[in-house]
């Protein structure tokens, strides 16, 4: 099993750890909640060293990028993010990624850790055509700083001021002296940081900003709640090869008119009438929609299944979830039920995300 550079810190403080795409991660340092409320209030740090960084570089790669990817990379400056997707020839998502233009002839990939090493040899399998540079980033890990006391944190360790940075975007910078790649982005709805950073690196850094006492450690377990708090959809659970991006909802990370791209003629055949909807529910009444649970029409007909589901501790831990529903059934304000272990759970469609975003609003 793979281990980030911290993972004997991890196993020092005592944390529940398991096998989260062949890599031993923390699910949580205590329990989820205190942590997901920590990162609400004030701020969260998590080991995301899980997660694969690719490098394309060459005359040709923003070719190459166009060409693999939904999104319109040709809309990048240098040090701007961007949200996209790999599909394949039938329009199925093959994962979730972040592009960065670090230059004209260079781009910076963030991958998802269960799909890094196919998503690396998907990459690899069509670089050849386009004669570009593509390889693992070297000796590099990711650590993820979150909330509202996040630049506060970060600010002394940094060697430029963070107010400046925009939201989705990156810069070359110093993190108590080592070479590093800075953005403001993150995964939990909350303004904050991801530090690209080298392995040897991360410890000094990580324990410097738990110093203060007002960061704390979070594991996987509330960094799934507070994504999905978010609405922000997971690789494996919201996404995957056989639903289309549309049904997800991320048509806006879709642009055919840019040229072709992989599995570009299927989406715009899927475009016209998805055949269902993702959509938020909030339970009525005691009880949790859990991952896989079935949901059912006014008629006790099942119609759909939860793709993610958790109580909500912002919520005050009222069960939220994600589901694929048909079209006439996504409306907010619908009715529907979930069925826990026998039981139907009410439950009402609701518009997401759960919880108000609060990242970082670039001015116009």
Avoid at 135 to 162: D, K
Avoid at 268 to 281: D, I, K, T
Avoid at 357 to 362: E, I, L
Wanted: proline share 8%; aromatic share 6%.
């Amino acid at each position: 099993m793979k281990a980030t550079p911290l993972n004997a810190w991890h196993r020092a403080q005592g944390a529940s750890m398991v096998d989260f795409g062949g890599w031993d991660m923390p699910v949580a340092y205590g329990s989820v909640g205190p942590e997901h409320l920590a990162t609400r209030a004030s701020a969260g740090l998590f080991d995301i060293g899980h997660m694969g960084q690719i490098l394309v570089g060459g005359p040709r790669a923003l070719e190459f990028v166009q060409a693999l990817t939904t999104n319109d990379a040709a809309r990048l400056g240098d040090g701007r993010m961007q949200y996209s997707l790999l599909t394949n020839a039938r329009g199925g998502v093959i994962d979730d990624l972040i592009v960065t233009r670090l230059g004209a002839d260079l781009y910076y990939l963030v991958v998802n850790a269960a799909n890094a090493e196919a998503d690396l040899a998907w990459l690899l399998e069509r670089a050849p055509d386009f004669g570009v540079r593509v390889e693992a980033l070297p000796g590099r890990t990711l650590l993820a700083l979150q909330g509202p006391r996040a630049q506060e944190l970060l600010q002394p360790l940094v060697s430029a001021p963070l107010d400046p940075l925009p939201y989705y975007h990156l810069r070359p910078d110093r993190v108590l002296g080592a070479e590093a790649l800075v953005s403001r982005s993150g995964y939990t709805g909350e303004d904050g940081f991801e530090i690209s950073l080298p392995k040897d690196a991360a410890e000094g850094v990580w324990k410097r900003l738990l110093e203060s006492g007002v960061a704390r450690p979070v594991g996987l377990g509330a960094r799934n709640t507070l994504r999905l708090e978010a609405a922000y959809p997971l690789y494996g659970h919201e996404l995957d090869a056989e639903h289309s991006p549309y049904e997800a909802g991320l048509g806006w990370v879709i642009k055919p008119d840019k040229g072709p791209f992989t599995g570009r003629e299927e989406l715009l055949r899927s475009r016209e009438a998805p055949a269902r909807r993702l959509a938020g529910l909030r339970a009525l009444e005691k009880g949790l929609p859990r991952d896989g649970y079935a949901v059912q029409d006014p008629a006790g007909r099942p119609v759909g299944v939860v793709t993610s589901g958790a109580p909500s501790p912002s919520l005050g831990n009222v069960g939220v979830a994600l589901a694929y529903l048909p079209p006439d059934l996504a409306a907010p304000g619908t009715r529907v039920a979930v069925d826990v272990r026998g039981r139907a759970l009410a439950c009402e469609v609701v518009k997401t995300p759960f919880v108000p975003s609060r990242v970082r609003r670039n001015a116009a």
